[in-house]
Structures are given as structure tokens and as C-alpha cells.
Antibody, heavy 119, light 112 residues
Framework: QVQLQESGPGLVKPSQTLSLTCTVSGGSISSGSYYWSWIRQPAGKGLEWIGR???????NYNPSLKSRVTISVDTSKNQFSLKLSSVTAADTAVYYC???????????WGQGTLVTVSS | QSALTQPRSVSGSPGQSVTISCTGT?????????VSWYQQHPGKAPKLMIY???KRPSGVPDRFSGSKSGNTASLTISGLQAEDEADYYCCSYAGSYTLSVVFGGGTKLTVL
């Protein structure tokens, strides 16, 4: 079955850009009517949807993060990526990638990766 | 957009039933039948338990059920088991203008 795995630096300095990649295995990122999302969770807090991308390249972002977020896809590598600019300590969280379905459900999820923003 | 409102915690004894509510607005929960629920054990990724308000993915026990009335969705877990102790999050499509998604703040379920 499809599996997702996040990768990227675990520590980012304030004001810099956070960059993460999600690698999809067990199936083609281009197959089916799916989209690919990023979701984050600060320690001890709830989930926050960051945005999504279709393999066509079409994107939608959380309005509260839209000015700082870019999600891209590389179908040749079966990967999609997240860039979050001008980070602050408030962006410290576990970042998950997930596959999205037609009715806005997320399944499966990656295991998550902790990104800490600190100097 | 604001997070959906869930109770911070609920509890129940083994074998009992519990219900977790998720309150939104007519722009999200009340406006679409796109509510999903996720179970998250400590240190683990969330797992899809319910989608489209009341549908269960393959492999999810039928002890888990979902419903919706107006702007409030609910997750009911019957025949509570120790392994059901976890955090639960609701999620809803949040409108055709922003094409975004909103989560609830999460509910900690304690099995007594």
C-alpha cells in the first residue's frame, strides 16, 4: 500500500526558510484522484492544515499561512515538497505529509518529522 | 477560519459508549458532508477513523460511528476498549472560496 515519508532539516534558524520533502512509495503519486497535503502539529497542540497540491501543480493554502507557503511536486521522483519562509518559533512543530481524497479525508499519513525553529 | 470546537477531554469505562462532539459553522461542518475523524496515539501519526461524516475505512471497527446534526458532528465509540485511549480530531472542508480544510482542537479520550 502507499506509504509516505517526510525528510528534511530538524533545525531551522529564525527568519530562514523551512524545507521538507515527502517521498511516496508503494504507488505512483500521479495515480488516482488524489492530492497531497502538509499538516503540522505544535507540541501538545492540535493539527493545522498547511496546504495541498494536485499532480497537475494546482495548489491551495491555509489562508493564515498563504503568504509564506509554497508546495511543489516532482512526479518523476514521486515526491512533493513544502517551503515555509520567514519562520519563527511559532512554526516549531511536527510536520506531517498526507494523501488527500476526493472528500477531503487524509489517508495515509507519514510518520511526521519534528522541525525546531531556534538560533 | 477558526478551528472546530471539541471538548478537551472525555472519559468512559471499558464496555461503555462515549460521544465526542465537533462544532463548527454553516461554512464548514454545517455546509458540507465532508467531516472526517482521526485517532492519534502518543508519538504516532493520526489515523483516519471516519470520513464523509459517517463512513468507515476498511479495517476500522464498527464500534466507531459518526453523525452530524446542523453545525455539529459527533464521533461515538461503543464498547470502549483500553486501546481506544487516544486523542481524537475532527476535520471539515471549510468552503469553496478558500478551498481549505479546518481541524478541531482535539479531544483526549481516557478509558478508566
Amino acid at each position: 500500500q502507499v506509504q509516505l515519508q517526510e525528510s528534511g532539516p530538524g533545525l531551522v534558524k529564525p527568519s530562514q526558510t523551512l524545507s521538507l520533502t515527502c517521498t511516496v512509495s508503494g504507488g505512483s503519486i500521479s495515480s488516482g484522484s488524489y492530492y497531497w497535503s502538509w499538516i503540522r502539529q505544535p507540541a501538545g497542540k492540535g493539527l493545522e492544515w498547511i496546504g495541498r497540491i494536485y499532480t497537475s501543480g494546482s495548489t491551495n493554502y491555509n489562508p493564515s499561512l498563504k503568504s509564506r507557503v509554497t508546495i511543489s511536486v516532482d512526479t518523476s521522483k514521486n515526491q512533493f515538497s513544502l517551503k515555509l519562509s520567514s519562520v519563527t518559533a511559532a512554526d516549531t512543530a511536527v510536520y506531517y505529509c498526507a494523501r488527500g481524497g476526493e472528500t477531503y479525508r487524509f489517508d495515509p499519513w507519514g510518520q511526521g518529522t519534528l522541525v525546531t525553529v531556534s538560533s | 477560519q477558526s478551528a472546530l470546537t471539541q471538548p478537551r477531554s472525555v472519559s468512559g469505562s471499558p464496555g461503555q459508549s462515549v460521544t465526542i462532539s465537533c462544532t463548527g459553522t454553516s461554512s464548514d461542518v454545517g455546509g458540507y458532508n465532508y467531516v472526517s475523524w482521526y485517532q492519534q496515539h502518543p508519538g504516532k501519526a493520526p489515523k483516519l477513523m471516519i470520513y464523509d461524516v459517517s463512513k468507515r475505512p476498511s479495517g476500522v471497527p464498527d464500534r466507531f460511528s459518526g453523525s452530524k446534526s446542523g453545525n455539529t458532528a459527533s464521533l461515538t465509540i461503543s464498547g470502549l476498549q483500553a486501546e481506544d485511549e487516544a486523542d481524537y480530531y475532527c476535520c471539515s472542508y471549510a468552503g469553496s472560496y478558500t478551498l481549505s480544510v479546518v481541524f478541531g482542537g482535539g479531544t483526549k479520550l481516557t478509558v478508566l
